[in-house]
């Protein structure tokens, strides 16, 4: 019989950090009002998240969609926002502080190449059941995401995975120290295989940037 006690996220059914949840609370009382988040909550009859509890992926999806069918003027400012939120409590509390030092002094390929094993490692907290593959390929990092369970095949007119995109830009932007873009070139939301992601110096125009303060 297989060691179950190895594997936490492995064990229960597919959970998410719950920062997926709790940073949209800022932008929802920012654009929206306060108590925007509790609402929704409300509607999709999901608890507050502790913040000390991986979540349910289930639960993240249908905080997320269902703050898309309800508000989609702001959705896409909104999910990009708590993205960001995301990356920087990840940058903070998840990534030693003498590791954030070397990566902002080692050579920008070792340090993407380091950031982006330490993203893969740890895909489960934000991935949920998804399967992350990455690769790089001309200078740019590519995330692939089969089976995203966060990819929205519900709400009319579909959109992109603007969260995923954010939190990664924001990461690379955030751990080393320069501006990090991510554009998403195909999404299982608009019918591909899978989502994928491509995290570049470049600016891509209409697209997520970090380090947007
Ligand atoms: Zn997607």
């Known amino acids: 019989m297989a060691d179950m006690?190895?594997?936490e996220p492995?064990?229960?059914?597919?959970?998410?950090?719950?920062n997926a949840i709790l940073q949209?609370?800022?932008?929802?009382?920012?654009?929206?009002?306060?108590?925007?988040?509790?609402?929704?909550?409300?509607?999709?009859?999901?608890?507050?998240?502790?913040?000390?509890?991986?979540?349910?992926?289930?639960?993240?999806?249908l905080v997320h969609h269902?703050?898309?069918?309800?508000?989609?003027?702001?959705?896409?400012?909104?999910s990009d926002r708590a993205g960001v939120g995301t990356a920087r409590y990840i940058a903070a509390n998840r990534i030693p502080k003498a590791a954030r030092v070397m990566l902002r002094i080692l050579p920008r390929v070792w340090a993407e190449?380091?950031?982006?094993?330490a993203i893969s490692d740890h895909a489960w907290t934000f991935c949920g059941s998804g399967a992350l593959d990455t690769r790089r390929e001309n200078g740019e990092i590519h995330f692939m995401l089969r089976e995203n369970p966060l990819a929205d095949k519900v709400t009319q007119p579909p959109h992109r995975c603007i969260w995923h995109a954010a939190v990664f830009a924001e990461l690379f932007s955030l751990v080393l120290g320069r501006p990090y873009y991510c554009k998403e070139?195909?999404?299982?939301?608009?019918?591909?295989?899978?989502?994928?992601?491509?995290?570049?110096?470049?600016?891509?125009?209409?697209?997520?940037?970090?380090?947007?303060?």
Do not use: Y
């Open 24 to 61: 949209l609370e800022e932008p929802l009382d920012r654009m929206l009002g306060q108590g925007a988040l509790a609402q929704i909550l409300k509607i999709t009859r999901v608890a507050m998240p502790s913040g000390k509890e991986m979540v349910p992926q289930e639960d993240v999806g």
């Open 113 to 117: 190449r380091m950031l982006t094993k």
């Open 185 to 213: 070139v195909s999404c299982c939301a608009l019918g591909a295989e899978l989502c994928h992601f491509v995290v570049s110096r470049d600016r891509p125009t209409g697209h997520f940037k970090g380090l947007q303060l």
């Open 5 to 7: 006690s190895v594997n």
């Open 10 to 18: 492995l064990r229960k059914s597919p959970r998410i950090g719950p």
């Open 66 to 78: 269902t703050m898309w069918r309800l508000f989609p003027e702001q959705a896409g400012t909104l």
